[in-house]
């Protein structure tokens, strides 16, 4: 398996939206779930949002509303669509591709929301 890639990060001013990528390569048809994470500075990372193959999706409960995780298989493909952001919400964004014996991470994709 290789390092899954993130995009689409960047500087947004409060209340706007920016959509991060996250592209699997390897084992595809043996992902278990793909997820982003989370980390502020002076922060552990957290969860915000991760999707499963079956396509259940959950959310870190302040996020709900306001954050969208979808896949797009055929493109290998995990999205995160984050609207109204907010100052709270500048970190660093990973991926994460959950495999049955491995889970790997993407080296994380700086968003930060300005006033």
């Known amino acids: 398996q290789v390092q899954p890639v993130e995009s689409g990060g960047g500087l947004v001013q409060a209340g706007g939206s920016l959509r991060l990528s996250c592209a699997a390569s390897g084992a595809i048809s043996s992902i278990n779930f793909m997820g982003w994470y989370r980390q502020a500075p002076g922060k552990k990372r957290e969860l915000v949002a991760a999707i499963r193959s079956g396509g259940s999706t959950n959310y870190a409960d302040s996020l709900k509303g306001r954050f969208t995780i979808s896949r797009d298989n055929a493109k290998n493909t995990v999205y995160l669509q984050m609207n109204s952001l907010k100052l709270e919400d500048t970190a660093v964004y990973y991926c994460?591709?959950?495999?049955?014996?491995?889970?790997?991470w993407g080296q994380g994709i700086q968003v930060t929301v300005s006033s």
């Open positions: 994460s591709i959950g495999y049955p014996a491995l889970i790997l």
